[in-house]
């Protein structure tokens, strides 16, 4: 992705904050064998000021939708306070297999970090650290065991790979998962079917947060609509 690709990726864009539709398949930032990644393209989202944006928070490399950027070190520790303290509400699209009978209800799971000699994951775990979703039924495509749902996700904590980990547990993973699916590593060439649809910002105490929202990207269209999306 070049600049000017970014550029036209901005959704929102006041004096403190940027709000952009990250892509699917672009990590946020390089990781340690280095590789393309949002951060290198950050000097193109300046717009003025001395210094390119930085990230306020981050979605796992195949996620795509709304990515809040910082413009400076003031606006990055009021967003980061936003952030910790859940003051920020973020909304997220999902099509999963299968699907909960349920057509709303929270899933309340801990999760910790485990580590292994060829890689780490999250898993729940009574002793890891307390994790909340919400969930809602947008749409259904066939039945809860052999079909997919499109769910509205709502994490009510932000841990690392929380909704991945979260629908995964309750048996009903989200397409594409290479790591939390029904058979790990395997795809079937399937990209991740997770987008942060919405975002919710009171970065201003006297104005009305900030609400955004990232149309859906073209590789979870086929699904979406079978589930019965319009768009």
């Not at 979870?220 to 609509?225: P, S, T, V």
């Amino acid at each position: 992705m070049k600049a000017e690709e970014l550029q036209a990726r901005v959704l929102h864009r006041d004096g403190l904050m940027l709000i952009i539709d990250k892509p699917a398949g672009l990590p946020c930032h390089a990781g340690p064998k280095g590789g393309s990644n949002l951060e290198a393209l950050f000097d193109g989202l300046r717009f003025g000021l001395p210094k390119p944006p930085a990230l306020a928070h981050r979605l796992d490399r195949d996620t795509s939708g709304c990515l809040v950027l910082g413009r400076h070190r003031k606006a990055l520790a009021k967003l980061g306070r936003l952030f910790s303290s859940g003051g920020i509400d973020k909304t997220y699209w999902a099509i999963v297999s299968g699907g909960p009978v349920e057509e709303s209800g929270r899933i309340d799971k801990p999760l910790s970090k485990l580590n292994k000699k060829s890689g780490w994951k999250m898993v729940v775990d009574p002793d890891g650290q307390p994790s909340q979703t919400d969930f809602r039924v947008l749409g259904r495509a066939g039945d809860v065991n052999g079909g997919m749902t499109w769910l509205e996700l709502k994490p009510l904590t932000g841990r690392t790979h929380q909704l991945r980990v979260h629908c995964a547990s309750m048996g009903w993973p989200i397409l594409g998962d290479p790591v939390y699916g029904p058979v790990p590593g395997e795809t079937g060439g399937m990209p991740l079917h997770l987008h942060a649809r919405a975002i919710s910002v009171p970065l201003y105490p006297s104005r009305d947060a900030i609400s955004v929202t990232a149309e859906p990207p073209a590789h979870m269209l086929k699904a979406l609509r079978a589930c019965g999306y319009a768009g």
